[in-house]
Every structure is written in structure tokens, then in C-alpha cells.
């Protein structure tokens, strides 16, 4: 079974501290998405990455960065943290070339104080 | 822009009938979509996918259509149950790897 863990299940951060949220997958798939979730407005993407190194925006890359070293890891950086960051965080991974579902992690919920 | 509308009212059905959900999209020619099942305080997971070229998928219980005129997905439950209770998103996608998501619909089966 595909297997995508995140680093932290809740995570309560200061406003302007950094952030890292870690993201691995076990299963080889080039594609790693980072999204987030909110009320009424379902998932976003954040950031993809479709190779090592590689990373293409969302629809909403503002406040955001992410790391792509290893094909397995994807992290996503708040270079400093803001109070409208605050969100449930969703990872997930799938096989490129198109028609392949996504596989979540569990998700992080973010709260920025 | 590109816009999917899922039903933000939840769903309640009794046990044992058919539970149907909407899927409504502007602005866009997805090549294929998928629908997702997602409970509370987890990520969601996948269903099933539909091609353009296909006009209804089933797999167990599930039965899936897709009217490209209509602009429109309808997703079935048949013979539901208490169990089934979750959030159902569809995510509508194109000629690149990235999905669109739906705000999803809570189903709830009462007993």
C-alpha cells in the first residue's frame, strides 16, 4: 500500500516564526502536491513538485516555499508564519503522465497564534 | 475562471437507499475526473476516475457518470450505509499531473 506520512498531526506555531512541514512518500511517484484545506473553500494547491529540484506554483504560492531534495521528501516552508496561515495542511504523491489519483497523508493542522 | 460546484448542504438518507451527488463545473474542459472520499480529520481518498470518453464507471456500490454537454458529474451510492458517512469531493483534471478540487459534499446515512 502507498504510504504518504506528515511530519506533525497538529502543530501551533507563532506569528512569524518559520515553519517546516515535512512530507515523505514510499511508493516512488515522481508528483508531490502540497495543499491546503478550509472551510467552504475545499482544497487549494500550494505547490507541486514533478521531479528532485523541480517545483511549479499553485493557486496560491504567496507566503510559501518548498524544498524538493530527495524524490521521496517534499517540505513546505512559511518563511514566517501569519494568522490567515492557519489551516489543515494535505500532502500528497501520484505517478506522473496524467489520469493517476493522488495519495494523501493524514494532513497537519496548522494553527498560527 | 475555472469553477466546480458540490452541494455545500449536506446530504441525509436513510439507510439502504441510493445517495446521489453533485458535481457542476464552469469554465473548463477536464480531460477526466475522479472522486474522492475524505473523513473527518484525515486525507482524503481515491474512488474512482472517469474519462471524457466514458460516460458512466462503476466498481462495488459506487457508480459514477459524466455528461460533458451538461458540464456534470453525478455520483451514486447504492444500498448505502451508516458507514458510507463522509465528505465525497470531485477533482476535475486536465493535460498536466494537477487536480482541481470541489469544496465536497457531507453525506450523512442514518440507521
Known amino acids: 500500500d502507498v504510504k504518504v506520512t506528515q511530519s506533525s498531526r497538529y502543530l501551533v506555531k507563532r506569528t512569524g516564526e518559520k515553519v517546516f512541514l515535512e512530507c515523505v512518500q514510499d511508493?516512488?511517484?515522481?508528483?508531490m502536491f502540497w495543499y491546503r484545506q478550509d472551510p467552504g473553500l475545499g482544497l487549494r494547491l500550494i505547490y507541486f513538485?514533478?521531479?528532485?529540484?523541480?517545483?511549479e506554483k499553485g493557486d496560491i504560492p504567496e507566503g510559501y516555499s518548498v524544498s524538493r531534495e530527495k524524490k521521496e521528501r517534499f517540505s513546505l516552508i512559511l518563511e514566517s508564519a501569519s494568522t490567515n496561515q492557519t489551516s489543515m495542511y494535505l500532502c500528497?504523491?501520484?505517478?506522473?503522465?496524467?489520469?493517476?489519483?493522488?495519495?494523501f497523508g493524514p494532513g497537519t493542522r496548522l494553527t498560527v497564534l | 475562471s475555472q469553477k466546480i460546484e458540490q452541494n455545500s448542504e449536506a446530504l441525509n438518507i436513510q439507510e439502504g437507499k441510493t445517495a446521489t451527488l453533485t458535481c457542476n463545473y464552469t469554465?473548463?474542459?477536464?480531460?477526466?475526473l475522479q472522486w474522492y472520499r475524505q473523513d473527518p480529520g484525515r486525507g482524503p481518498v481515491f474512488l474512482l476516475l472517469?474519462?471524457?470518453?466514458?460516460k458512466e464507471k462503476r466498481k462495488e456500490r459506487l457508480k459514477v457518470t459524466f455528461d460533458t454537454t451538461l458540464k456534470q458529474s453525478l455520483f451514486h451510492i447504492t444500498a448505502s450505509q451508516p458507514a458510507d458517512s463522509a465528505t465525497y469531493l470531485c477533482?476535475?483534471?486536465?493535460?498536466?499531473?494537477?487536480?482541481?478540487f470541489g469544496t465536497g459534499t457531507r453525506l450523512q446515512v442514518f440507521p
Open positions: 511508493m516512488d511517484h515522481e508528483n
Open positions: 513538485s514533478y521531479d528532485v529540484k523541480m517545483k
Open positions: 469554465n473548463y474542459s477536464p480531460a477526466y
Open positions: 500528497a504523491s501520484g505517478l506522473m503522465a496524467g489520469y493517476n489519483e493522488q495519495f
Open positions: 472517469i474519462r471524457e470518453n466514458e
Open positions: 477533482a476535475l483534471g486536465g493535460n498536466t499531473d494537477k487536480l482541481i
